[in-house]
T-cell receptor, first 116, second 112 residues
């Protein structure tokens, strides 16, 4: 299994530009999570999906952020327009169907976003 | 509200020494508890988890953790630290929904 795959690994963009981050979860995992990591705020849950349906987006900071999961194997997180304060590492994680025996997130390697 | 605290921001230990990383949680019901490790430039990796049963749980890489309900703690331990254990360690709790809340992390440095 290739694990959770995120792209790109690094993104540098100018303020005001649109940024799209991508994630491919592990096959068979029906939960997908987007986290943001910064030194100041640590790991923040932005949004999560179950069976491709957004369940909780209360962590999405502003309307500039949006996330989609058009199918079980792909999700995007979009920031439009981007601002310098959006600079962070964005992680995608997936989890199998709810069962303690196999519960636990598998994280991707993250996308380091720098907005200048 | 559910929360996770890790009192130690940074810990330094000598290679071969024992290690204990502290974690306290706030949660009304029986918690799902986790420890994750993050190496530089990498995502988080699950070390171990607890839901019920034996309060001492074993994980990967020689780590173990003990759940103490009376102290609302879930401390991570390792009897002998290796230089490769230098990383950031996160304690986490799963809420009544499917969200996992992470603590602020403890950075571990290992002196050769």
């Amino acid at each position: 299994d290739a694990g959770v795959i995120q792209s790109p690994r690094h993104e540098v963009t100018e303020m005001g530009q649109e940024v799209t981050l991508r994630c491919k979860p592990i096959s068979g995992h029906d939960y997908l999570f987007w986290y943001r990591q910064t030194m100041m705020r640590g790991l923040e849950l932005l949004i999560y999906f179950n069976n491709n349906v957004p369940i909780d987006d209360s962590g999405m900071p502003e309307d500039r952020f949006s996330a989609k999961m058009p199918n079980a194997s792909f999700s995007t997180l979009k920031i439009q327009p981007s601002e310098p304060r959006d600079s962070a590492v964005y992680f995608c994680a997936s989890s199998p169907p709810r069962s303690f025996a196999n519960y636990g997130y598998t994280f991707g390697s993250g996308t380091r976003l720098t907005v200048v | 509200a559910q929360s996770v605290t890790q009192p130690d921001i940074h810990i330094t230990v000598s290679e071969g020494a024992s290690l204990e990383l502290r974690c306290n949680y706030s949660y009304g019901a029986t918690p799902y508890l986790f420890w994750y490790v993050q190496s530089p430039g990498q995502g988080l990796q699950l070390l171990l988890k607890y839901f019920s049963g034996d309060t001492l749980v074993q994980g990967i890489k020689g780590f173990e953790a003990e759940f103490k309900r009376s102290q609302s703690s879930f401390n991570l331990r390792k009897p002998s630290v290796h230089w490769s254990d230098a990383a950031e360690y996160f304690c986490a709790v799963k809420t009544s929904y499917d969200k996992v809340i992470f603590g602020p992390g403890t950075s571990l440095s290992v002196i050769p």
